[in-house]
């Protein structure tokens, strides 16, 4: 297929846009064809939208479909849908359905058979995990926590022993004691990197742990958006839960020999103990 024929607007499609999280050169040139191409754009706040289109020199139909209208927006943007309109979906920024309204009009389209196509964009979430420095191989998305402190805390709780690296989005104004329950909840030495303002002038990284980032943010205000990485639990909570992880490989191979195993099956033991194969603690050992 060409390439024109394939980025020509459907009809009866929603188009899922994703939009620059504050750097306007963000914006993909497929996103731009796009916006000025469909017959109608949803948008969370229309007049956020309508600046961002203003930059863009792109005039188009805007309607709203935010938290509070969504039900009776989302039905009567699938009858346009089903008529053979064309819509773009934006929310104020990033991609859209992620922590943003959007998964319920997508799911809506699963299911009257609406064609949903992705003009990918910038995402918080992915951005910060890129720059965390933290593993970024097994993540887990959580959004933001519940404002309500019962239920934050509780779910901190249920992560504890999360092994994959975690992403939250916060606000500032909770900043501090979001950062406080997740001490308690992980421990004060679990490493955290705050990103914030990511893509805008002010773009900061703090890699630190969780005890020092509640120290930092006593005595600064915490200021924009923040997306915030946190390392998974192992490393921690595993050592807590079996201490012969404090041990060296060495010394924990030896520690199941002094129980009477053979070599070869102390080395077994001991690297099911540390999450390793067979091979990487034995090499842990000649290497030394
Ligand atoms: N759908 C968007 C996305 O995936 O990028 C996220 C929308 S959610 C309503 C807004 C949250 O995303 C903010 O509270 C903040 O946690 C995060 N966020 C958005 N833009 C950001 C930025 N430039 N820097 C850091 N965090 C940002």
Redo the contacts with the bound molecule.
């Keep these: 297929m060409a390439e024109n024929e394939k980025n020509k607007i459907e009809g009866g499609a929603l188009y899922l846009v994703g939009t620059p999280?504050?750097n306007l050169a963000d914006i993909s040139e497929r996103a731009k064809k796009v916006l000025s191409e469909v017959d109608f754009i949803a948008a969370e706040d229309t007049r956020n939208t309508a600046k961002l289109l203003l930059c863009l020199g792109i005039r188009g139909e805007l309607v709203s479909y935010f938290e509070h209208n969504k039900k009776a927006s989302g039905e009567r943007i699938i009858e346009r849908l089903l008529s053979g309109e064309s819509c773009a979906l934006v929310?104020d920024?990033?991609?859209?359905a992620?922590?943003?309204p959007g998964e319920d009009i997508v799911r809506l389209c699963a299911e009257a058979g609406v064609r949903v196509l992705v003009v990918p964009g910038?995402?918080?979430?992915v951005s910060?995990l890129a720059l965390s420095a933290l593993p970024t191989g097994k993540f887990v998305f959580e959004g933001f926590l519940s404002a309500n402190k019962g239920e934050r805390r509780a779910r901190l709780l249920e992560l504890t022993s999360e092994s994959r690296t975690l992403i939250f989005?916060?606000?500032p104004h909770k900043l501090k004691t979001t950062l406080s329950d997740m001490a308690d909840a992980f421990g004060e030495e679990r490493r955290v990197s705050l990103?914030?303002?990511?893509?805008?002038i002010n773009e900061e990284v703090i890699r630190t742990t969780l005890a020092r980032a509640l120290e930092y943010y006593t005595e600064h205000e915490p200021r924009g958006?923040?997306?915030l990485v946190i390392e998974g639990a192992d490393g921690c909570a595993r050592k807590e839960e079996n201490p012969l992880l404090t041990l060296t490989p060495e010394e924990h191979v030896a520690h199941y020999e002094a129980e009477g195993l053979k070599r070869m099956d102390a080395i077994k033991k001991a690297a099911k103990d540390r999450g390793l194969s067979k091979s990487e603690l034995y090499n842990s050992l000649i290497e030394k």
Aim: charged fraction near 20%.
């Design positions: 999280i504050g929310t920024a990033g991609m859209p992620i922590s943003d910038p995402c918080a979430a910060a989005y916060e606000a990103c914030r303002e990511l893509t805008k958006e923040y997306v």
